[in-house]
T-cell receptor
Framework: GDSVTQMEGPVTLSEEAFLTINCTYT??????LFWYVQYPGEGLQLLLK?????DKGSNKGFEATYRKETTSFHLEKGSVQVSDSAVYFC????????????FGSGTRLLVRP | EADIYQTPRYLVIGTGKKITLECSQT?????MYWYQQDPGMELHLIHY???????EKGDLSSESTVSRIRTEHFPLTLESARPSHTSQYLC???????????FGSGTQLSVL
């Protein structure tokens, strides 16, 4: 079945460091791919998305490119801030059939001043 | 911003009690979902609904039940709470074929 695999956390970085959080997926067909972020004490919110191969999603300095050849959707940011500390979830969509999102296990990011 | 609300925000209750977690959205979304989030942060889909009078079990088996009598309301009920039900419960919704899910802030349930 469809699945999403993320790198384990926590990821601890100093402010202004470069961030990469790896995400790979297994799916039939052509799913859409997403990154959601969960700040402490809150629900998840959409960070960015990509709907087809080679699309790049971007928001708030974060970017991720839909790579069909490597089945990956890695999240990157050039310079992290303390306020980026949160849990990040990679997800794929089966909205073309069962209207469900399948989430990865989440990666906690801690940015130190 | 998303208009999806969950109450209570925190709930501590004794074993054997019946509880209902409330979820309401004011966006007219037809699809609604309940996720259970374990301490390791992983999200498990336990229930979903495609519209009024439509409910389905999710990928993770759960002893909870849901109902969808009104479009905006998707409550989750546990008839007899147990310590194994201690978890964070997140409600979400979306419209039609839109793939973006809007999430509530969650209910942290602790069963003693």
């Amino acid at each position: 079945g469809d699945s999403v695999t993320q790198m384990e956390g926590p990821v601890t970085l100093s402010e202004e460091a470069f961030l990469t959080i790896n995400c790979t997926y297994t799916a039939t067909g052509y799913p859409s791919l997403f990154w959601y972020v969960q700040y402490p004490g809150e629900g998840l919110q959409l960070l960015l998305k990509a709907t087809k191969a080679d699309d790049k999603g971007s928001n708030k300095g974060f970017e991720a490119t839909y790579r069909k050849e490597t089945t990956s959707f890695h999240l990157e940011k050039g310079s992290v801030q303390v306020s980026d500390s949160a849990v990040y979830f990679c997800a794929l969509s089966r909205m073309d059939s069962s209207y469900k999102l399948i989430f990865g296990s989440g990666t906690r990011l801690l940015v130190r001043p | 911003e998303a208009d999806i609300y969950q109450t209570p925000r925190y709930l501590v209750i004794g074993t054997g009690k019946k509880i209902t977690l409330e979820c309401s959205q004011t966006m007219g979304h037809d699809k609604m979902y309940w996720y259970q989030q374990d301490p390791g942060m992983e999200l498990h889909l336990i229930h979903y609904s495609y519209g009024v009078n439509s409910t389905e079990k999710g990928d993770l088996s759960s002893e909870s039940t849901v109902s969808r009598i009104r479009t905006e309301h998707f409550p989750l009920t546990l008839e007899s709470a147990r310590p194994s039900h201690t978890s964070q419960y997140l409600c979400a919704s979306t419209r039609g074929r839109d793939e973006k899910l809007f999430f509530g802030s969650g209910t942290q349930l602790s069963v003693l």
